[in-house]
């Protein structure tokens, strides 16, 4: 009858559209053609109600995993209609000459639908040991195609281990080799789905148990008794070498290579070189000491405006402001000059920014009578596109790209007393534009404009906070004139004549 097939476990295959089920058969109706699972499995998901039943015209294909009976035989195999209006199964082997079974062919996956109602008697079946092997190895492949989640797999391996009938006997697997696998299969598979634990594993609390350092200090305590080293200790140097790093060593690197008689203030390179500062007055005899042997103010007026201009080049933007694509947008740099020195420095300098497309202009006050070098300087100036003037009312009223200031000077005080250089101080205030500063004061008070950056020349002098950032070019002075006047000297430049100086 249709009741002698429930409490087998069955596989439905519903098709690709409802999928796989696995269960237990509770109930099997023939009038309504319908056969239901308890405890079912949907593609090796649990599901959450406790019970499914399906119409003959949805399944597609039906396996009979296991049959619960009396003589404790299991029976699995493809489905074979027969006359107890349920389908019933056959072993898909039988045996060979030597007693093994043979391996099953493929189960055919044509429809197969549950017949109407028939009148017959059931029939007792009754397999050998050997086809239940044959039928418990078709049975794992067939679930290993199907237990494509770890929640099937496992809960397989329970029903396997826990639901067969308690007088079932269960034919033991010939060999040592077959018992120690299915006692792997049941230590990794056979624990339950449901007793798996919420709580996540503590990482950091079982990493806090390992004492690393103690290790270490245990395998090096062992290296030195043996003598021995072991491959991958943290003491262990790699013999590849980077592409700037030196392969002979070399002697050590000495970062204070330039003494002076008294520093108040001391510099740093971005290398690590300390630079320290001079006073004002050695720093006015080194210029003497460097003119008297050649190096002229004219050719210091000429380093001076290449590294100044240099410098300025670099922060108006270098390359991406200064190119052809953009000449539409030509920088804009007020020169403000006064006139000493440091004017001609400043007047230099905005003669080189010209020649590399920027737009100057200079503001000079007017004197009856100048110094040399500014007269020279504006003479090469005014060949140049650039504009100068000598009214702060001919300043633009709108912002420019950067203040170049050379009003203040390390003599003349009296120069801040004049109008034009008050009026030159509130333009440059008011223009909220960022300053240069070319050879400034030492004197804070000297200091009529704060500085976002400062260029020193040759040594730098003490400057305080108002300087802003500082710089320092190379205006060419030979190293045995530093040593004339008790400076031991070595250039801290490198591969350049303008580096920036960080204070210690």
Request: aromatic share 6%; with cysteine; glycine share 8%.
């Amino acid at each position: 009858m249709a009741t002698d097939w429930i409490g087998s476990i069955v596989s439905i295959n519903c098709g690709d559209s409802l999928g796989v089920y696995q269960g237990r058969v509770s109930a099997v109706d023939q009038v309504s053609q319908t056969i239901s699972l308890t405890r079912p499995f949907h593609n090796g998901v649990k599901c959450l109600v406790p019970e499914v039943t399906f119409r003959a015209g949805d399944i597609t294909e039906l396996k009979i995993l296991e049959i619960p009976g009396p003589g404790g035989h299991g029976h699995c195999g493809d489905i074979q209609h027969n006359d107890l209006g349920v389908p019933s199964t056959a072993c898909p082997g039988g045996t060979s000459q030597n007693g093994t079974g043979k391996l099953p062919k493929k189960p055919s996956s044509a429809p197969q639908n549950i017949p109407k109602k028939t009148e017959a008697k059931s029939q007792d079946v009754a397999i050998s040991p050997q086809q239940y092997q044959c039928s418990k190895s078709y049975m794992d492949r067939h679930m290993e195609s199907l237990s494509q989640s770890k929640g099937f797999r496992r809960r397989h391996n329970s029903w396997s281990s826990s639901s067969r009938h308690p007088n079932q006997a269960t034919p033991k697997k010939s060999g040592v080799k077959n018992g120690q696998m299915k006692n792997k299969d049941d230590e990794c598979f056979g624990d339950d789905i449901e007793e798996i634990p919420d709580t996540d594993f503590d990482f950091e609390g079982n990493l806090a148990l390992f004492d690393k350092a103690a290790v270490f200090e245990e395998i090096e305590t062992y290296e030195r008794k043996s003598g021995t080293r072991s491959r991958g200790t943290p003491n262990e140097k790699s013999a590849r070498y980077r592409h700037d790093e030196n392969i002979l060593e070399s002697e050590p690197i000495v970062y204070r290579r330039i003494t002076v008689p008294q520093a108040s203030k001391e510099f740093c390179t971005d290398s690590g070189l300390v630079v320290p500062s001079v006073s004002y007055e050695l720093h006015k005899k080194l210029l003497s000491v460097a003119e008297r042997h050649g190096l002229t103010l004219e050719r210091r007026l000429e380093m001076t405006g290449i590294c100044a201009s240099q410098m300025a080049l670099s922060l108006l933007g270098g390359p991406n402001r200064l190119n052809p694509k953009n000449i539409h947008q030509r920088p804009t740099v007020a020169l403000l000059c006064g006139p000493h020195v440091k004017g001609a420095q400043g007047i230099s300098c905005g003669r080189h920014l010209s020649n590399h497309d920027v737009h100057v202009i200079l503001f000079l006050p007017n004197f009856v009578k100048m110094l040399e070098s500014i007269t020279n300087e504006l003479t090469l100036f005014s060949k140049t596109q650039s504009q100068q003037v000598s009214s702060v009312k001919d300043l633009p009223d709108t912002p420019v790209d950067l203040v170049i200031n050379c009003l203040d000077c390390h003599e003349n005080a009296f120069l801040r007393d004049q109008p034009w250089y008050k009026a030159a101080v509130d333009w440059a205030n008011q223009n909220r534009a960022p300053v240069l500063s070319i050879d400034p004061p030492v004197n804070e008070a000297e200091q009529g404009i704060d500085a976002k950056w400062s260029l020193a020349l040759g040594l730098p002098l003490p400057l305080g906070e108002r300087a802003g950032r500082v710089y320092l070019c190379d205006i060419g002075i030979p190293q045995k004139v530093f040593q004339e006047v008790g400076i031991n000297y070595h250039s801290p430049f490198g591969c350049k004549f303008v580096i920036p100086l960080h204070s210690t």
